[in-house]
Structures are given as C-alpha cells and as structure tokens.
C-alpha cells in the first residue's frame, strides 16, 4: 500500500512540475503531465533507496538552521574574497572523513555542503565514509579548521536528525551484504 501512495504522489508531483514548466493550469497540461509522469514512473524506475533510521524533527529544525547561518556566512566570506585587494586566495582539496552511517544520509550531507558556498564535494568514497572537497580559501590554518568544523557540525546534525542510535536499524539490503 505505502509503495502505491509512494507512486500516486510522484505522479501527482510530476504533473505539478509539469504545470509549472509550462506556465498555467489547463485540461491538456494536466493530461500531458500525468503522461509524461507515468512514462516516467514506469519506464525509469529509480532504485529503491533504503530508509535506515527514524527523522526526529527538532534535530532536522537545528540542522536547517546551521545550514541557513552556513549559508549566510559563507555568502559573505566568498564575497570578501572577491573584493579583496591582494592576491587571490589558495584553495585546495581537503580529506574529510563522516561517520555517516546510511548512503542516503550520506547524499543528503554532500548536497548540504555543495550548497554552501566556498566548496564543492569533488568526490565520495562510500566505503570509506571519505569525502574529498575542494576549497576555495585553504591558505591559513583557521580556513582549514573553520571547513572541518563546518563538516563536523553538518555530520552531527545529520546523525542526530536520521540516525540516532537508539533508532537506527540497517536495512535489509545492507544486512544481506554484510
């Protein structure tokens, strides 16, 4: 029953996307969207991704607003870096490790961090739990320190919105490849 609801609101959602492109509500674009949704939905299944812990809202609150201030500040960072007089500044590839249990918690901490400016995760390594980022402003020890503070705050937040111990179970997926 949950994967039907699952599917009728993706359906329903693309048609809305679908809408939207195009501007206005109409019989045709309706019809259209629910169209194009179902081909979608029935010839380009995604992958079934598994949900592994329990979402404890007052944590997502404090993670959506650390990423907000993050946001902000870094807004401001990257923009004194451009006007700056002077030369520009070192970046550099940092080495973080996460002790992100879930593939799809993972995936939400690199969105995270690729929208805050300043940095983007060049890549992931899932077995590992390692994330390589590249940054813009690396040429002092305290833009180093103020990055691995910025992901550590991230990945404690991210943990304690999905993946509190008390709830975490491993799917079933995971189990079996363990």
């Not at 607003?65 to 940092?94: C, E, F, H, T």
């Not at 402003?137 to 910025?150: C, E, I, L």
């Not at 509190?164 to 363990?178: I, N, Q, T, V």
Request: glycine share 6%.
């Amino acid at each position: 029953m949950r994967t039907v609801l699952l599917r009728v609101w993706v359906v329903c959602w693309l048609t809305l996307v679908w809408n939207l492109l195009w501007g206005n509500v109409s019989a045709a674009n309706v019809v259209g969207g629910v169209a194009v949704a179902l081909v979608i939905t029935l010839l380009l299944p995604l992958p079934r991704v598994p949900v592994e812990g329990k979402l404890h809202p007052l944590s997502l609150v404090r993670l959506v607003a650390l990423i907000a201030y993050y946001l902000v500040l870094s807004s401001i960072q990257v923009a004194w870096l451009a006007v700056k007089p002077g030369p520009p500044p070192l970046s550099a590839v940092l080495r973080a490790h996460v002790a992100i249990k879930s593939d799809l918690v993972l995936a939400l901490t690199v969105s995270a961090l690729n929208l805050i400016p300043g940095g983007i995760v060049l890549e992931i390594d899932q077995t590992r739990r390692m994330i390589y980022v590249h940054v813009i402003d690396a040429g002092t020890d305290k833009a180093v320190a103020r990055f691995y503070r910025q992901v550590a705050d991230i990945e404690r937040l991210m943990i304690a919105a999905f993946e509190k111990e008390a709830d975490w179970r491993a799917s079933a997926e995971r189990e079996a490849g363990a």
